[in-house]
């Protein structure tokens, strides 16, 4: 199976994808749907700002169906 999210994806292109990514995201407290930062902050960018494991958001985000 082919993972749809990737790490190098800026929040934005995530976002397009589903509307379930707000919610995991939400899940690690990121909201990142308001956020100014989205268009052009990489999943990567983002989880390490919040000190957060980027492997584990990415994880999250290939379990949506």
Do not use: W, Y
Request: glycine letters at 10%; aromatic letters at 4%.
């Amino acid at each position: 199976m082919s993972e749809k999210f990737n790490k190098d994806m800026t929040f934005h292109q995530a976002l397009q994808v589903s509307p379930e990514v707000a919610g995991v995201l939400g899940q690690f407290n990121l909201g990142c749907v308001g956020c100014m930062g989205a268009m052009n902050e990489t999943i990567e960018q983002g989880a390490r700002a919040h000190g957060l494991d980027v492997e584990d958001i990415i994880k999250a985000l290939n379990a949506i169906d």
